[in-house]
């Protein structure tokens, strides 16, 4: 017998004693990770407008800051009816003159304040996305644009659940076809024990459930009439995550 086929024989009996000492898969408890995905397009957003005034006379920048905040919210108010509005984030601090090196010897004085700043921030939550580059672009002659961030709505968010978990358990199904093909059993054997749509367990490592949705951040004003801005609102990925617990028999 030539080397070669020595080999040959030699690898096809290390291969069938390797076949024939597989571990036992009978009472095997499996656990099994599973994840789940659905995408929507972005059906929500919340923008912040902002106004700020500065003056020597701290009531007379206070007074500013509520006139044309109130009217800001007059604008969006006509221009989109269904959007939510909360005033927050009031705020009033003094502004110094900048330090300099005092000279030796020197006392330093009491600072007092230069001016004032006082300034306000609106917070608009709508789904009439259509609408929203005019409504901007109108309250803007009057705030400025702090921010905006897109998301869901609650209701689209809880019409995406029946998805999420039917796309999650699909993924479990999958994995657990794939692990009784790798341990040479049938999917038949295979009882559930334990479905934690959680992913609470010790086994699993939790994750955030759904991504950050967009954000953007600009600072406009301008006293002339404002153009309308464009925005892409984008789409958001909700995920579940889910650990099976499984016995073969």
């Known amino acids: 017998m030539t080397v070669f086929k020595t080999v040959l024989v030699a690898a096809a009996a290390l291969s069938a004693q390797v076949h024939a000492q597989s571990l036992p898969t009978a009472g095997t408890l499996v656990v099994v990770p599973a994840y789940g995905e659905v995408k929507h397009a972005n059906d929500q957003v919340v923008a912040t407008l902002a106004i700020e005034e500065q003056d020597k006379d701290k009531a007379a920048a206070a007074s500013r800051v509520n006139q044309k905040m109130n009217k800001g919210m007059a604008i969006v108010k006509k221009e989109d009816p269904q959007a939510v509005l909360k005033t927050q984030g009031y705020y009033t601090y003094p502004v110094y003159p900048e330090d300099r090196p005092l000279p030796p010897g020197a006392v330093a004085k009491t600072r007092v304040p230069t001016s004032w700043r006082v300034g306000q921030y609106l917070q608009v939550t709508t789904s009439n996305l259509a609408a929203l580059p005019k409504t901007v672009a109108a309250a803007q002659n009057v705030l400025t644009l702090n921010g905006l961030q897109f998301g869901l709505t609650p209701a689209t968010t809880r019409k995406l659940d029946d998805q999420r978990i039917a796309a999650t358990y699909q993924n479990l199904n999958e994995r657990v076809a794939s692990i009784a093909a ?28 759904q991504a950050a949705p967009m954000a953007m951040r600009a600072m406009m004003k301008d006293s002339a009439q404002v153009e309308e801005p464009s925005f892409e609102p984008g789409e958001t990925t909700l995920e579940m995550r889910l650990v099976g617990k499984l016995k073969f028999k």
């Open 182 to 209: 790798a341990m040479g059993r049938k999917v038949s054997d295979a009882v559930l024990d334990t479905v934690d749509f959680e992913g609470s367990g010790n086994y699993a490592q939790r994750e955030g459930g």
